[in-house]
């Protein structure tokens, strides 16, 4: 069972910036892909970011030049760097890994921008 625990939310003013970050059980080197989604209210989830095993990052085209997915290995943690907040940005942001096809997700974190 892989165990995901999400933090850094919180509230941000428009253009301001937050970190969310993920710790996850087990080694990063067992799962082919990790990612940020998110959910606002009404909403279905999407995608934000994503991180493949070999390095191979993918984001959505909000998050373009915006966001940046990154991991530590090491520390087992996913890291998602968000800058320039809009308040459509205002959703809960879930973690989540692929270990074959088994997709494991955390809690979520919310995130709320005030214009």
């Known amino acids: 069972q892989v165990q995901l625990v999400e933090s850094g939310g919180g509230l941000e003013q428009v253009g301001g910036s937050l970190r969310l970050s993920c710790a996850a059980s087990g080694s990063i080197f067992s799962f082919n892909r990790v990612g940020w989604y998110r959910q606002a209210p009404g909403k279905q989830r999407e995608l934000v970011a994503s991180?493949?095993?070999?390095?191979?990052?993918s984001y959505a085209d909000f998050a373009k030049g915006r966001f940046t997915i990154s991991r530590d290995t090491g520390k087992g943690m996913i890291y998602l760097q968000m800058n320039s907040l809009k308040p459509e940005d205002t959703a809960v942001y879930y973690c989540?890994?692929?270990?074959?096809?088994?997709?494991?997700w955390g809690q979520g974190t919310q995130v709320t921008v005030s214009s």
């Open positions: 989540a890994v692929d270990r074959g096809s088994d997709r494991y």
């Open positions: 991180v493949t095993l070999g390095g191979i990052t």
